[in-house]
């Protein structure tokens, strides 16, 4: 078996994204920065998302039903520090930021990356973790903007989407032949 410290140091060299999640309904507001999320399938559209049992949030996500997953941009770095410290109260955290609402009514980030706003559909406890399977109701993205990333233990700027990038090579290549 390997020891927790050997397992955090491997994870360490696991980029992932960073993201706000939220939630709003019976139990409240809630909200904190996860980078343990991931795609399950697009038929259904479905992510999971891994939250620390002991964290407040955890039992509100729950009760609540429903959450929203905020992928960061670079520039967000600050609001990720914000939802990640524990000693500030809900509202100052969503203070901190302009917020909208999709499908479900969970806090939706105006300026996100992308927003994937989901229903709980089930819940399977391992560990510390809990992890939630989430359908995806609603998402809104944008198309510019630099990723934010954690990578050994730190936050990391990541450059525009590869997409955008292929996009620019393609046009000037088309510039170059006259052709396209």
Known sequence: MVDKNTF???MAGLGA????????????????TASAVCGVTDEPPTLLVCINRSSRNNAAFRE?????????????QAL???FATS???????FAAAQWDSLATGAPVLRNALASLDCEIES?????????FF??????????EGDALIYYGRRYHRVG?????????????????RSAC
């Open 134 to 143: 989430c359908a995806v109701k609603a998402a809104r993205t944008q198309t």
């Open 87 to 93: 000693a500030l109260a809900i509202d100052e955290r």
């Open 123 to 131: 819940v399977t406890e391992v560990g510390t973790h809990t992890v």
């Open 17 to 32: 994204a960073v993201n706000i999640i939220t939630s709003d309904g019976a139990a409240g507001l809630a909200g904190c």
């Open 64 to 76: 609540n039903g429903k959450l929203c997953v905020n992928v960061l941009s670079a520039e967000q």
């Open 160 to 176: 525009e989407r590869s997409v955008h990038a292929s996009q620019a090579v393609a046009a000037s290549v088309c510039a170059a």
């Open 80 to 82: 990720a520090a914000h």
């Open 8 to 10: 955090r140091d491997a």
